[in-house]
């Protein structure tokens, strides 16, 4: 089982920046993959960026390349996603994501959320 804990959500103008972290917490050694997901009102959950524990590998969506920035602290068991150039379309409740793997299954745990509101 896997924690997450997102913080540094708020409200800012657009072009300002924003930094979002997430703190993990429980099995970490089975996590393969920690990530950024957001939830606009009436839209789907969309992918943000991923990073992945072995290799490090980085992924972003298209929306946000450029712009965001995904790092990983291991030893604090942190995940951060520094923002900039935000704009109102940003606007959305962010979730940590962590891919676990247990045996032959993979599992997504998800943070609470928290809200990023940006402003024209």
């Known amino acids: 089982q896997v924690q997450l804990v997102e913080s540094g959500g708020g409200v800012v103008r657009a072009g300002e920046s924003l930094r979002l972290s997430c703190a993990a917490s429980?099995?970490?050694?089975?996590?393969?993959?920690l990530g950024w997901y957001r939830e606009a009102p009436g839209k789907a959950r969309e992918f943000v960026a991923s990073i992945t524990t072995l290799s490090g590998t980085i992924y972003y969506g298209d929306p946000v390349k450029g712009r965001f920035t995904i790092s990983r602290d291991s030893a604090k068991n942190m995940v951060y996603l520094q923002m900039s150039s935000l704009k109102p379309a940003d606007t959305g409740v962010y979730y940590c994501?962590?891919?676990?793997?247990?045996?032959?299954?993979?599992?997504?745990?998800w943070g609470q959320g928290t809200q990023v509101t940006v402003s024209s």
């Open positions: 429980g099995d970490i050694d089975k996590i393969t993959a």
């Open positions: 994501n962590a891919d676990y793997q247990q045996g032959l299954g993979s599992y997504d745990f």
